[in-house]
């Protein structure tokens, strides 16, 4: 009988000091930054339309023009990803490489092919207007066929080429020009 409550003060003991390893997530840790929000401003733009099917198959158009290939869409959930590859050689790091291996450091691997993906997201805003935001990124392969690097693609000439060439695509489709 002397054994009942010995195990349930070690329960009690053991439960508590569980509860004081527990850790608690700092107020700011999903805060997002001002950084963040230029990003995000600059990867979004509103229409006056409605109609989010015509707005993608006219991000589809511009895509491809810009030498883009959808590799998925799903119209019915506001999607696009698409793709193209690029070479990723560097002048600056052949240069370096030539350098390392002159000074008998050996081969030193440099950047070769990357693939740029972007995605395009619609969201209906209201019954006049959708919101559509399109995010760049980019993988990065070196000579030895490893992934030197991932990136999200924050040059603005990106977005703004993308969405100028959208607006006066939907502009033209609405005016039917």
Not at 116 to 121: A, D, E, F, K
Request: glycine fraction near 6%; include cysteine; hydrophobic fraction near 45%.
């Amino acid at each position: 009988m002397k054994r009942a409550p010995t195990k349930i003060v070690v329960t009690i003991l053991s439960v508590l000091l569980l509860a004081g390893c527990v850790q608690t997530i700092p107020k700011d840790a999903l805060v997002l930054g001002e950084k963040n929000l230029q990003q995000r401003q600059l990867q979004t733009k509103k229409f006056t339309t409605n109609n989010e099917k015509s707005l993608l198959s006219a991000s589809a158009q511009v895509l491809q023009d810009m030498g883009f290939t959808i590799d998925e869409s799903e119209m019915k959930l506001g999607l696009i990803a698409a793709s193209k590859d690029a070479s990723a050689v560097n002048g600056g790091q052949i240069a370096a490489a030539i350098l390392v291996a002159a000074l008998g450091g050996g081969a030193m691997p440099i950047d070769k092919n990357q693939k740029i993906r972007v995605s395009v997201v619609t969201k209906s805003l209201s019954e006049k207007s959708t919101s559509l935001r399109a995010t760049f990124q980019r993988i990065v392969w070196d000579t030895n066929g490893q992934i030197s690097h991932l990136d999200v693609l924050t040059d603005q000439e990106i977005y703004k080429d993308f969405f100028s060439k959208l607006s006066k695509s939907v502009f033209l489709t609405a005016n039917e020009i």
